[in-house]
């Protein structure tokens, strides 16, 4: 083998690896975003469920229904 073709395929190890980790470091990020993004999504439906007990109790307060 040259020399000329032992740098070019160190080169070309160099370049996937490099491009191997900007992908892994990306793939990373886009598991936080979407862990961050499903806590988001549950804490609005907890807020929800909150709320809508709470205008449950209160009807059920101001009818004397009863609110089961």
Known sequence: ????TTT??????RAMTLLAALAGTAGLSACN????????VSSV?????RGASSAQGSIAR?????SN
Do not use: C, F, V
């Not at 070019?8 to 190890?13: D, E, M, P, T, V």
């Not at 439906?45 to 469920?49: A, E, K, L």
């Open 1 to 4: 083998m040259t020399t000329k």
């Open 8 to 13: 070019s395929r160190i080169n070309a190890l």
């Open 33 to 40: 975003t979407m862990r961050g993004a499903g806590q988001d």
């Open 45 to 49: 439906g907890h807020d929800m469920s």
């Open 62 to 66: 101001g009818t004397g229904a009863s």
